[in-house]
């Protein structure tokens, strides 16, 4: 089967050609204009009356009440504004609508937090912190945390009740790790004697060979031994020569603290810190505790809160004090007991001093006894943290420890003499 083109021609109809732009292209060149311009007509005819049967249309709908029609509009002009999802923040970065719309859900739930009484760890108030910046710029103050979330649940943004439900497990959560007993203090057993170590320092010693903390027991009866044998003085763990000088022994423990040894870290920061060197005690001390040492914790959150080496920062005071509460420093927990009963969050204070008896702190005990006495302490805590406390005491006694102890004693007593 074929056809005829214009010219008379036959095509088979396997290569006949239908589109209407070739025919207009034929047309043209055989001097059909006026075929063109009455087609153009007719679509020009055509798209107004489109355009006015959409007019119609919109009309009526407006006059029923138009409201699918307005909510369409408004959501092109939504989609329009928001240029590819994504919004202009106070900062002038842009972030991705969804996530700005999340983060002003976050600042009124913070905003709405901050009513409430202390309560948040300082990271996780640092992570609120730094979420919240990301939408706006928010003073650092303004961040607290609550005991009763539940007058904030009538929020009419729809996730700031959900963010706040988040906040409060986490809050949970840092609570339970910041109130966690450990399971021994920070300073951990004697690696001779096998013992839990003393917390007092003076009945610990630090060898600068190996950076091991050795018990006065231990040391003591390996210093006897080998006095009465004539031997030579090595360190009871490493069997390094145990240095004869002061030098030597500064020496070796430099390269520990060269080496990123966290206790030899530690122990170079207290030197400089004895000689009002707070610049360096602060260097040292900070190194030494984001590699994980309490002692190291302990001794910034001091800096910080008398403004040695560094601007007073209550803040970062209280997230040092509260790392080295749970790594297990005894006395650190102390201090954040004595915090939280002036900032009269008394039953907080509590439950610090009960975990530090627990590990043999004294002082801790002194306050629960005074506790006991203005009665914010009842009977059956004050009772338990006792014997806690006095297990713990027990632990770290042994007879070498006791004739270590009097033989330094004596030794003291003998030089005051003198």
């Known amino acids: 089967m074929s056809t005829q083109n214009s010219h008379g021609n036959s095509l088979p109809t396997s290569q006949r050609v239908s589109s209407r732009d070739d025919e207009v292209m034929e ?12 087609e153009k007509q007719d679509d020009d005819c055509g798209k107004e009356e489109q355009q006015q049967e959409e007019k119609e249309q919109r009309q009526a709908n407006e006059s029923e009440g138009g409201d699918d029609t307005e909510e369409e509009e408004h959501q092109t002009d939504k989609n329009e504004g928001s240029d590819d999802d994504t919004v202009a923040t106070g ?25 409430g009484e202390y309560l948040a760890t300082s990271s996780l108030l640092a992570e609120i912190h730094s979420l919240s910046k990301k939408a706006i710029k928010c003073s650092e103050d303004m961040f607290k945390s609550v005991n009763d979330y539940e007058h904030i649940l009538h929020l009419s943004h729809p996730l700031a009740a959900e963010i706040v439900t988040k906040i409060k497990l986490k809050l949970e959560a840092s609570a339970d790790i910041l109130f966690a007993q450990p399971k021994g203090s920070c300073y951990g057993d004697c690696p001779i004697c096998f013992l839990p170590l003393p917390l007092q320092g003076s009945k610990r010693s630090v060898m600068s060979c190996c950076s091991h903390e050795i018990c006065y027991g231990c040391f003591h009866a390996d210093r006897l031994r080998q006095v009465s044998g004539s031997l030579q003085r090595l360190c009871p763990f490493c069997r390094h020569p145990v240095p004869t000088t002061q030098a030597e022994s500064g020496a070796n423990t430099m390269r520990r603290a060269e080496a990123n040894d966290p206790t030899a870290l530690n122990k170079v920061g207290t030197i400089h810190y004895s000689k009002g060197e707070y610049d360096r005690a602060f260097q040292y001390w900070s190194k030494a505790a984001r590699l994980g040492n309490a002692s190291a914790h302990f001794n910034v959150s001091i800096l910080y809160q008398d403004g040695e080496g560094v601007e007073k920062d209550g803040e970062k005071f209280i997230h040092h004090l509260e790392e080295a509460s749970i790594a297990g420093h005894p006395g650190a927990r102390f201090n954040l007991g004595l915090h939280e009963r002036k900032g009269c969050s008394k039953e907080r204070a509590v439950k610090h001093f009960i975990i530090a008896a627990n590990l043999g702190h004294d002082k801790s005990v002194k306050a629960l006894k005074e506790g006991y006495a203005e009665g914010f302490v009842s009977k059956e805590d004050f009772a338990t943290a006792l014997r806690s406390f006095q297990a713990a005491v027990d632990a770290m006694k042994s007879p070498q420890r006791d004739a270590a102890y009097m033989q330094a004693g004596a030794e003291e007593s003998h030089k005051v003499v003198r």
């Open 27 to 38: 047309k043209q060149q055989e001097g059909g204009d006026d075929v063109s311009k009455e």
């Open 91 to 115: 900062s002038g970065s842009s972030v991705d609508f969804n996530q700005f719309v999340e983060l002003q859900a976050l600042l009124i739930a913070v905003k709405t937090l901050s009513s």
